[in-house]
């Protein structure tokens, strides 16, 4: 990543997590909100839920004292008037939910038997007491409504023959008031394993008191029940449409018997949940209810906010943190361009004083050193003209630094224009290895130029070919041992013109050969300390190359000498 994205991204971070954590807890609070909300709609399903079983159970007690009143000022009923009076009142038509609505009757032991003829005779000839065995009271179901054949077969149950049953009913004689069983076997579906309940009214003989306990097992006459499948009961009463993360289930007194569990219930305390529990106090029995809604039911029951918060709050804080990285990066791009423009400002004052106080009297001692070799100063010794060769050497390679360093700095500063005319490149070469005379005769050098007879001219900048040609030349002076051969070659070929500048020097590794074109590169040699150099040299011929849409191919062998080749495509201005 470049730098400024890596020092921008951290203020971005800092803006996004910022924005993350308002957006957070804002989630965190719409979320208790929505749980508060599942939480009340829960205990209103609960009480819902509750007050329609408790109203169904008083709607069947008041139809049971209902019954009762039935016997007030009779002597004994028939069946087919405790029927006429169910059918009448139609609660299990109205209100579903029972199974039978019926009448048993309190007989003692000793008179079961007269009792049982008495029925057989006027009512029900097949009447039978079941089960068997002798008690000391008996409490028959008499009546049974509706009198569908299933509900017949209880006819002559005695009630008082299972604890359960006749617990309760004594709960009932004993109060005054309705009592529930806890979950029984229904008797006319055993084979089902059917669970019931049954309530129980006490009708007490007319006439007598029934203020004390004692006065009311006196007065006992039969009971008023109703009896009830447990999962036809509930699923009746409760409606079938609700909400798909809330259940419940019921269990019935200090036991907890299990009395019905909703098929969703096991699904929902599995997903994880919260639970509310309740109780109804019912005929002297409980039923203990026991919700539970999903932990999730803000996203099921509809309440989208939540997550509506948490998904626009993060594009929130993707948009807002990238409106920061763009102003950011804009802000950071201009502080780099006028930082680029004050670096390159220093640049560009850095050129002139190097142009002027360093080329100019370089150029100068230059121009002197040429007189006074020349003699124009006096005669000079031998020894003398030796010396001033030597600084005249120095001074030639000085001035060739100090213009390849100004090249590269005005190359960076993108400041070169190439200023292009045709010339002849063969005269080109002939010049520069003229004026390299004194360098190739100190070194003991033999110098060849082999050029084609063809004048052909070259359009291009004269003064850049001339400045990468001569790069190439003083290279290979330099890297060949004193005494070495050096050749120039000028040729065309079909596409490109191509100087060739081939020496017998020390040569160059192959794994070396693509480094030497990089800026400021020199390869560590026997001669690269005594000829000094900067490592700018074939980078700047490479670009010069560059800039005339050409290339430089060098091929070596260490100890056996360099060839680079300046490749120029021909241009539209050659002739
Ligand atoms: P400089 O000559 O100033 O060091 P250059 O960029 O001109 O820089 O050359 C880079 C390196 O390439 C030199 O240091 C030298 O080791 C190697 N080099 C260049 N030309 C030759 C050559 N003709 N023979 C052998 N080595 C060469």
Known sequence: ????????????????????????????????NADKAAGAAAAEYSEQTIGLIKDRLNIFEETLHAGVGLF???TSISSAQFGEFINTSAVLERYSGAQSVGYVKIVEGANIGTFSDNIRSKENPTFTIWPEGRR????????VEPRSDSNKQAIGYDIYSDPDRSKTANIARDTGRAAITDVVQSIIDQENGGQSFVMYIPQYKHGLPTATVDQRRAAIEGFMFMGFRINTFVESVIPSEKAESISFKITMGTSKEEFYTAPDYDDITNRGHHKLENSLDVGGNVLNFSFAYDKNSQFSTGDSRPTAILIFGLVAAI??????????RGKANELLLEQERGINEAKDNLLSL???????????????????????????TEQQQQLLEKAYAGNERQLKTINDVLYLARLG??????????????????????????EVRSRHHRVTVNVPKRKKQYYGDA???????????????????????????LKYDKNNMRISVKDNGIGIEQDQQDRLFEQFERIDN?????????????????????????HVEVVSEIGHGSTFTLVLPHKRGDK
């Not at 003064?463 to 120039?488: C, F, Q, W």
Request: charged share 15%; aromatic share 6%; glycine share 10%.
């Open 1 to 32: 990543m470049k730098t400024i994205e890596k020092t921008i991204l951290l203020p971005v971070i800092v803006v996004f997590c910022a924005v993350m954590t308002v957006v957070a807890i804002s989630f965190t609070m719409s979320l208790n």
């Open 72 to 74: 007030a000022g009779r």
């Open 136 to 143: 000391a009271i008996y409490a028959p179901l008499i009546y």
């Open 319 to 328: 948009l807002i943190a990238g409106a920061v990285w763009l102003i950011l």
């Open 354 to 380: 190097a142009s002027h106080q360093l080329r100019t009297p370089a150029t100068g001692v230059k121009q002197y050193l040429g007189l006074l070799i020349q003699g124009f100063a006096g005669e000079v």
């Open 413 to 438: 500063s993108g400041r070169i224009v190439l200023s292009k005319s045709t010339f002849l490149m063969r005269d080109l070469i002939k010049d520069i290895v003229r004026e390299l005379g004194d």
């Open 463 to 489: 003064h850049m070919i001339r400045m990468a040609v001569e790069n190439l030349i003083t290279n290979a002076l330099k890297y060949t041992r004193d005494g070495g051969k050096i050749s120039i070659i």
């Open 526 to 550: 026997d001669l690269s300390i005594a000829v000094g150099g900067s490592g700018i040299g074939l980078y700047v011929v490479r670009n010069i190359a560059g800039m005339h849409d050409g």
